[in-house]
């Protein structure tokens, strides 16, 4: 299939950046859409011009480095997939396609199709640890965590960080990547002592990073390629709230 | 009132205002019906122990309104703590949201070239512009039923004629059912959206949520729109 790309180009921080039009020649249609990418950045290199940049790692959908929009949808058309794991049979000939980085404020895009997700590290960080023995690898079966609690925090770690859902949504809110990243801790017992610490400083970290605020589209979880549920920022605001009650409206230890 | 400005600080905070807010609003519209339906109540209503020929019962209600809790309290006195309640909560709803707003521009400067793809719905889409339709109405029915200014022939505690009067103009009850409608919209998402931002959520009872919005968005603005109608077809008349 013959496809008609536009490109977002920006050659560093500092550059303007523009849509360049590329003309993409017989794509297989068993290829990826990252692979459809390498083929045009072959052409490019062949040509003697700049390939495209964009970020990539395990090509298997689960290291959460790749990620644009296509059309405006955070990963392209089809739910629970990144980019790597979409493949071009999902397209048609002759189709136009505009590709752009994820835009937010806190995001600021590096190169090309490359954005600097530091934001979402720092928000791990604030976060900060969970109260665990060092030492020999204890008893796996030391504590015992019912399935059901087990299986909610593990949709919750599903998380791959890839900032989708702020992408997507409309306000540009990290709601549900702090969300899940807040409750697969405070859904486990190991989680429990630094519940509401936890939940203060990664809710207020977000606000600091120049975050949108949620107004419970879900648009975040119709593209998120994990299908993470809007469950969770209902998890992380009740977390929240009860902490500011109980630590009587204080700043949290950690910040 | 520091606990409440280290709440609000956070987006999360504001976010439980609006909600707690809302909800306040929420009963004061489920309440306005209710007392709205008085209209549609035939014959007219004799106090106990009364020998004229009575008030229509829209009239009297207004009535009850302004003299409730005599004589622990002053006439008009539950009506003007409810009043400024009501007031507190709307400032505080409408500051939240201009202020989120502003929070949600910041978040984004640089626009898609490609519009990104809707998955949400229409009544979520159209929370702000909907709110500020609300807020004009809100004016003008304050106007046209309470002071009376943009009312024709206003007289001051005949509820009933009041009503006729304003939306025998075709022209005034167009506006309403709109206004009426915008509300409508507002509470079908807002109504689920509390839930959310308060972190009201379980299992077993989340399929609850969306039906409760969807139901009482549906009874709010059935029951509101068919008084301007009620008065048009001449089913209520002077
Ligand atoms: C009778 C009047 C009103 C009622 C019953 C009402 C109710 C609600 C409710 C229940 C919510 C959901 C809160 C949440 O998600 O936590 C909401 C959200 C909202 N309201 Fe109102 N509201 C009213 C008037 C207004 C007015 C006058 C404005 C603006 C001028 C407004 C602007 C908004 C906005 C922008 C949101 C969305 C916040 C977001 O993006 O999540 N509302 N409203
Ligand atoms: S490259 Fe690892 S998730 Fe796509």
């Known amino acids: ?255 | 009132m520091s606990w409440f400005s280290a709440l609000y600080r956070s987006a999360v905070g504001k976010k439980a205002v609006m909600a707690v807010t809302g909800i306040i609003l929420f009963g004061f519209i489920v309440l306005h019906l209710i007392g709205n339906l008085k209209l549609y109540e035939p014959g007219l209503y004799k106090a106990p122990g009364e020998t004229g020929p009575g008030v229509r019962y829209i009239n009297a209600y207004g009535l009850f309104l302004r003299h409730v809790g005599e004589p622990a309290l002053p006439a008009y006195g539950a009506l003007w703590i409810f009043r400024i309640v009501l007031l507190v909560a709307v400032i505080l709803h409408i500051w939240a949201a201009w202020q989120l707003t502003l929070m949600s521009r910041a978040a984004r400067p640089r626009a898609y070239a490609s519009r990104p793809k809707i998955h949400t719905t229409y009544a979520s889409r159209t929370l702000r512009w909907g709110g500020v339709i609300i807020l004009l109405f809100v004016i003008y029915h304050l106007l046209d039923f309470t002071a009376g200014t943009v009312n024709p022939g206003f007289v001051e505690g005949d509820v009933y004629r009041n009503v006729v009067a304003s939306f025998s103009r075709w022209y005034v009850s167009l506006f309403y059912i709109l206004a009426q409608m915008a509300l409508g919209l507002h509470l079908y998402h807002g109504l689920w959206s509390l839930f959310q931002s308060l972190g009201w959520n379980h299992p077993r009872f989340n399929h609850w949520r969306s039906g409760f919005a969807h139901a009482f968005a549906w009874i709010i603005t059935i029951g509101n729109v068919s008084f301007p109608l009620a008065v048009l077809t001449g089913l209520v008349h002077k």
């Open chain 1, 1 to 255: 299939m013959n496809l008609t790309l536009h490109v977002w180009r920006q050659k560093g921080p500092a550059d303007e950046g523009r849509m360049v039009q590329y003309e993409v020649k017989d794509v297989s249609e068993h290829a990826s859409f990252l692979e459809m990418l390498d083929v045009l950045n072959q052409q490019l290199i062949g040509r003697g011009e700049e390939p495209v940049a964009f970020e990539h790692d395990c090509r298997e959908g689960i290291c959460g480095s790749c990620g644009f929009m296509i059309n405006g949808d955070a990963h392209g058309p089809m739910p629970g997939t990144t980019v790597c794991q979409l493949h071009m049979r999902h397209f048609k000939d002759g189709d136009v396609l505009h590709i752009e980085p994820w835009r937010s404020r806190a995001f600021p895009v590096l190169k090309d199709l490359v954005v600097d997700r530091g934001a979402f590290d720092r928000i791990i960080q604030a976060g900060g640890f969970i109260s665990v023995a060092t030492g020999e690898a204890p008893e796996a079966n030391l504590i015992p965590v019912p399935k059901p609690v087990a299986d909610r925090a593990m949709d919750a770690a599903q998380c791959i960080g890839c900032g989708a859902c702020v992408a997507q949504c409309p306000n540009g809110a990290a709601s549900l990547f702090t969300s899940a990243k807040v409750s697969h801790l405070n859904l486990l017992p190991q989680g429990q002592p630094e519940r509401f610490d936890r939940a203060l400083s990664m809710v207020e970290a977000m606000d600091r990073e120049g975050f949108g605020y949620c107004s419970n589209h879900a648009e975040c979880e119709a593209v998120c390629p994990k299908e993470i549920s809007i469950d969770f920022i209902a998890r992380m605001n009740r977390d929240y709230l009860k902490a500011k009650a109980q630590r009587g409206m204080k700043t949290p230890l950690q910040t």
